[in-house]
Structure formats: structure tokens, C-alpha cells
Nanobody, 124 residues
């Protein structure tokens, strides 16, 4: 059984930084892509960032490029999302997801395991 547990969310002022993490229990963690998605109040869940199985390839939503950085540590089975220059519109629940594929993908259809999410709130 795969479990994904996010942590590190919180309340941050606009312009600040935050690092959120995802710990995976999956035995096959090293074989699959990992992604971050977010859902703001009243909105649909949207793609944020993804990283391939090796950590050598990443992809980002246009809205977060240059501000967000995804990384992974396969030895520790963790995925990190470094968030800089936070904006109030970044306020959302951030979800970690484990892919069905090895390449970095933005499509939710390519992810089959999801964490419970961690709340990030940005005050103006």
C-alpha cells in the first residue's frame, strides 16, 4: 500500500518562502514520477510541478515557473517543493501525487496515489 504524507505548510506573508515535503512509503518510489498539485478555495485542483523518476527532468505550471522548485531524494523517498516569492494567489491545499509513469507529467490522469494535502496560506 502506498502512502504519501505532506508536511511543511503554514501561514506565510507575501514575498516569503516555504518548503513543503512529501514522504512516500512506496517500495517502487524510485521508478515513478512525482507531482505537486494544488486546490484553492472554490477552484478545481491544478497542476503545479512534476519531476521524473530520476530527478533529472522537471516541468512546471506557467504560473509558478521561476518561483517554485521541485526536487526529490530517492534514498529518503521524499519530494520537496521550494516555494519562493509567495503571492496571495498561491494560497491553496498542496497535494503530493505519485505517478503511473516515469516521466514528469502534468496530467492528473497519470497519477494514481495522492496524499491528504498540506495547507499553504499567504497573507498580503
Amino acid at each position: 500500500q502506498v502512502q504519501l504524507v505532506e508536511s511543511g505548510g503554514g501561514l506565510v506573508q507575501a514575498g516569503g518562502s516555504l518548503r513543503i515535503s512529501c514522504a512516500a512509503s512506496a517500495r517502487t518510489f524510485n521508478n515513478y514520477a512525482m507531482g505537486w498539485f494544488r486546490q484553492a478555495p472554490g477552484k478545481e485542483r491544478e497542476f503545479v510541478a512534476a519531476i521524473d523518476f530520476s530527478g533529472g527532468s522537471t516541468t512546471y505550471a506557467d504560473s509558478v515557473k521561476e518561483r517554485f522548485t521541485i526536487s526529490r531524494d530517492n534514498a529518503k523517498k521524499t519530494v520537496l517543493l521550494q516555494i519562493n516569492s509567495l503571492k496571495p494567489e498561491d494560497t491553496a491545499i498542496y497535494y503530493c501525487a505519485m505517478g503511473l509513469v516515469s516521466w514528469a507529467t502534468s496530467s492528473e490522469r497519470n497519477y494514481n496515489y495522492w496524499g491528504q494535502g498540506t495547507q499553504v496560506t499567504v497573507s498580503s
